[in-house]
Each structure stands twice: as structure tokens, then as C-alpha cells.
T-cell receptor, first 114, second 114 residues
């Protein structure tokens, strides 16, 4: 079955430290990959996406993500976390050949402590 | 900036009531989506529409219907609300289907069915 996994419900990091939020997927072919962020009481906001080309994708607010085809992963990273990065992060995958299929992970709550 | 608005932020309804959730976008997007968000389950697609009067079922359409009479407006209807439909409902819109398009989300409607 097609799916997206975010293995950590919660990630805790100290401000200034690097952060990683993990995502692995199980979708046939070469899917399109997305990261969204949700701040409290808000809708989701787009962070970045991988379509093709360079495996390292840069997005909003200093975030980046690395596509690894062999490991079917698309981990979100940031070199230096801010307290304001604390939010809920969702990985999403879209089937390249079946646009109707759009899968979201269960979300990872990022807590950045001062 | 794309703006997606939802008619209510919070809604309390009784079991068996008919419930209408309204979503309006102001960017002339062809595609519109309804998701529900539940803790630990991420976002699950209920229905989407890629044109006026067109609709397709998502992963969990049971108990829901939709209406798209105008391009900017996409309504989600709970014909007879049940307690297991208590959830956060998110509307999104995007440009025509290429698979790579970003979705823009509304702020969400938190529905409680008693």
C-alpha cells in the first residue's frame, strides 16, 4: 500500500542546534515530495518540494530537505533551529502518474527550546 | 497572496444534523480539496474537485458529499452528522493538475458533533 511515514511524533531540539524531521515513503515510481508546516490554530503552509533534479531542496524559513531515492526518504533539515520553528510538520507525497493520489504523513511536532 | 477562507473556525452540532462547511478561494484556482485532520492520522482526503461541478472521491468519502457550483467555492456537506465526524476540516486549493502544484490551505474548521 502507498503510504508516508513520519516515525517520530515529536522532536525536541535546543535553539541554535541543527534539526531533522524524518519522512520515508512507500509510493511506486518517482513521486513528488512536499513538506508543509502548521502553526497552532492555522492551516498548513507550504515549505518546500522536490520534483526533479538536485536532491537537496531549499525552501522557506531556512529549511531544506534531502531526497534519497535508495532509502525512499525526504528528511527535513535546518542548520540552526529557532524557537519560532516550533510547529507541526507534515510530509506529503504525490504519485507522479496518478495526481489524484496525495498522501500525508501523520505529522511531527517540533519543539525548539530556548 | 493566495487566500483560502473557511466559513467557521469552530462549529458545534448535534448528531443527525445536516452540516455545511464552506470554503472560498480568491486566486481563480481550478482545484479544490477537503481534508480532515485527526491526531496521529495526519490529513486524509475526503473529496476534491478539479473544475466547477466536477468532483472525485478521496480516501474517506463515506458520510460526506460536496458541491462546487462556482469556481471559487467548494462546500463540504455532512448529510447526517455523527460523533465520529468530530474533527478538524481543512480546505485547500491549487492550480490545474500537473502533480507538482502547491496546495494552499485555509485556517481550518474545528467541528464538534455531540
Amino acid at each position: 500500500a502507498q503510504s508516508v511515514a513520519q516515525p517520530e511524533d515529536q522532536v525536541n531540539v535546543a535553539e541554535g542546534n541543527p534539526l531533522t524531521v524524518k519522512c520515508t515513503y512507500s509510493v511506486s515510481g518517482n513521486p513528488y515530495l512536499f513538506w508543509y508546516v502548521q502553526y497552532p490554530n492555522r492551516g498548513l503552509q507550504f515549505l518546500l518540494k522536490y520534483i526533479t533534479g538536485d536532491n537537496l531542496v531549499k525552501g522557506s524559513y531556512g529549511f531544506e530537505a534531502e531526497f534519497n531515492k535508495s532509502q525512499t526518504s525526504f528528511h527535513l533539515k535546518k542548520p540552526s533551529a529557532l524557537v519560532s520553528d516550533s510547529a507541526l510538520y507534515f510530509c506529503a507525497v504525490r504519485d507522479r502518474y496518478n495526481f489524484n493520489k496525495f498522501y500525508f504523513g501523520s505529522g511531527t511536532k517540533l519543539n525548539v527550546k530556548p | 497572496d493566495v487566500k483560502v477562507t473557511q466559513s467557521s473556525r469552530y462549529l458545534v452540532k448535534r448528531t443527525g444534523e445536516k452540516v455545511f462547511l464552506e470554503c472560498v478561494q480568491d486566486m481563480d484556482h481550478e482545484n479544490m480539496f477537503w481534508y480532515r485532520q485527526d491526531p496521529g492520522l495526519g490529513l486524509r482526503l475526503i473529496y476534491f474537485s478539479y473544475d466547477v461541478k466536477m468532483k472525485e472521491k478521496g480516501d474517506i468519502p463515506e458520510g460526506y458529499s460536496v458541491s462546487r457550483e462556482k469556481k471559487e467555492r467548494f462546500s463540504l456537506i455532512l448529510e447526517s452528522a455523527s460523533t465520529n465526524q468530530t474533527s478538524m476540516y481543512l480546505c485547500a486549493s491549487s492550480r490545474p493538475r500537473t502533480g507538482t502544484e502547491t496546495q494552499y490551505f485555509g485556517p481550518g474548521t474545528r467541528l464538534l458533533v455531540l
